[in-house]
């Protein structure tokens, strides 16, 4: 069975920083591009970020460029998202998903298959 | 504001046939596939359809997508009172980004 849970959330002040995993099993880890979506209390999913099987490939949505860092471990089946600098636009639940891409291009697509519980990340002071 | 536009809310009743739009632009969904999510409350999202008209295993055939041009749809048949919940829409971007629409919530009379 797929499984995917994410951990790290919590409160932070505006400014700080905030690292949060992802847990995967049940599948070869090392296969798929995976993701980070957020979503805002009430409000829409936003996609932050993908990285590639290796990690060698990473994609961000311009509002988190320069702050946020996706990253993997594939030894040990888990990702992450390095977060700094945040703000308060950037609370949210922050969800961990397992990714598709298209195989004639390479890139990743919004095909999201398995997701996590989802972690709560909120930014005040 | 989202780069692909959803109606933010649709209704119907039951057994009902109801459609949601999703409009973007030829960068997203005129050069790529489109995607369907629905979520329940106080769920994590799930996938519904997947390159605009497939549905994967488990998902009813009650729910179905299209695509033309810089639009997709999807159509809920024989609405059911579970079937309430948020659907979005989403698409990779030329620019190297995913989009999601904004989101529409369906609501069973």
């Known amino acids: 069975e797929v499984q995917l849970v994410e951990s790290g959330g919590g409160l932070v002040q505006p400014g700080g920083s905030l690292r949060l995993s992802c847990a995967a099993s049940?599948?070869?880890?090392?296969?798929?591009?995976m993701s980070w979506v957020r979503q805002a209390p009430g409000k829409g999913l936003e996609w932050v970020a993908n990285?590639?099987?290796?990690?060698?490939?990473?994609y961000y949505v311009d509002s988190v460029k320069g702050r946020f860092t996706i990253s993997r471990d594939n030894a040990k089946n888990s990702l992450y998202l390095q977060m700094n600098s945040l703000r308060a636009e950037d609370t949210a639940v922050y969800y961990c998903?397992?990714?598709?891409?298209?195989?004639?291009?390479?890139?990743?697509?919004?095909?999201?298959?398995?997701w996590g519980q989802g972690t709560l990340v909120t930014v005040s002071s | 504001q989202s780069v692909l536009t959803q109606p933010p809310s649709a209704s119907g009743t039951p057994g009902q046939r109801v459609t949601i739009s999703c409009s973007g632009s030829?960068?997203?969904?005129?050069?790529?596939?489109v995607y369907w999510y629905q979520q329940l409350p106080g769920t994590a999202p799930k996938l519904l359809i997947y390159?605009?008209?497939q549905r994967p295993s488990g998902v009813p055939d009650r729910f179905s997508g299209s695509k033309s041009g810089t639009s997709a749809s999807l159509a809920i048949s024989g609405l059911r009172s579970e079937d309430e919940a948020d659907y979005y829409c989403?698409?990779?971007?030329?620019?190297?980004?995913?989009?999601f629409g904004g989101g529409t919530k369906l609501t069973v009379l």
């Open positions: 998903a397992r990714a598709d891409y298209d195989i004639l291009t390479g890139y990743p697509t919004p095909l999201f298959d398995y």
């Open positions: 049940g599948f070869t880890f090392s296969s798929y591009w």
């Open positions: 990285i590639k099987q290796d990690g060698s490939e990473k």
């Open positions: 030829s960068s997203n969904i005129g050069s790529n596939y």
């Open positions: 390159r605009n008209n």
């Open positions: 989403a698409a990779w971007d030329d620019s190297l980004s995913a989009l």
